[in-house]
């Protein structure tokens, strides 16, 4: 089955400053690839989404690009603020429309 | 329109009772997923559901996990003979279709004394 691996497991960057988060996968066949957002005691919110016939998306300051050949893909996000503070995981969904997620990684924005 | 929803929000109970945890999706979704976060970690997949059918229910940790969808809407997560290990926030999340954009509720907390 899928196995989606992520890192880094925490980041602290500097308000204004690029984060990048990034998940590799092994099932060459997972075809839609989700990042959500959670913070704290909330549910999981959809930041961004990319499919595997696209290589780069982008929505203001979060891009998120896919590899295919070596089955990996980023989560960049550009200016940090405080409120992007969270916890970011990113998904991969197999043919079977099984969704398989990362360990997550805790985003500390510091002002 | 509405969210997903899901209940109860938090659960309390005693090792070995079963608890059931609901799940209503968003209106018009045909997709249903549940998974199990533990305290500071992901998220684990533990089964879909297309319609009322669950093509893989390989993702349940054991036989004493079953689900079941009834209508194409709610869907009802049960647990028989809890552990203290089915300590856990239980997410549920809907989808309009296979593969498309996932909406998650906001959980139910398990807590098995």
């Known amino acids: 089955g899928e196995n989606v691996e992520q890192h880094p497991s925490t980041l602290s960057v500097q308000e204004g400053d690029s984060a990048v988060i990034k998940c590799t996968y092994s099932?060459?066949?997972?075809?839609?690839f989700p990042w959500y957002k959670q913070e704290l005691g909330k549910r999981p919110q959809l930041i961004i989404d990319i499919r595997s016939n696209v290589g780069e998306k982008k929505d203001q300051r979060i891009a998120v690009t896919l590899n295919k050949t070596a089955k990996h893909f980023s989560l960049h996000i550009t200016e940090t603020q405080p409120e992007d503070s969270a916890v970011y995981f990113c998904a991969a969904m197999d043919p079977g429309n099984q969704f398989y997620f990362g360990t997550g990684t805790s985003l500390t924005v510091i002002p | 329109g509405a969210g997903v929803s899901q209940s109860p929000s938090n659960k309390v109970t005693e090792k070995g009772k079963d608890v059931e945890l609901r799940c209503d999706p968003i209106s018009g979704h045909t997709a249903l997923y549940w998974y199990r976060q533990s305290l500071g970690q992901g998220l684990e997949f533990l089964i879909y559901?297309?319609?009322?059918?669950?093509?893989?229910k390989s993702g349940l940790p054991s036989d004493r996990f079953s689900a079941e969808r009834t209508g194409g809407s709610v869907s009802t997560l049960t647990i028989q003979r809890t552990q203290q290990e089915d300590s856990a926030v239980y997410l549920c999340?809907?989808?309009?279709?296979?593969?498309?954009?996932?909406?998650f509720g906001p959980g139910t907390r398990l807590t098995v004394l």
């Open positions: 099932d060459s066949a997972s075809n839609y």
């Open positions: 559901f297309q319609g009322n059918s669950a093509p893989d």
């Open positions: 999340a809907s989808s309009h279709g296979k593969g498309d954009t996932q909406y």
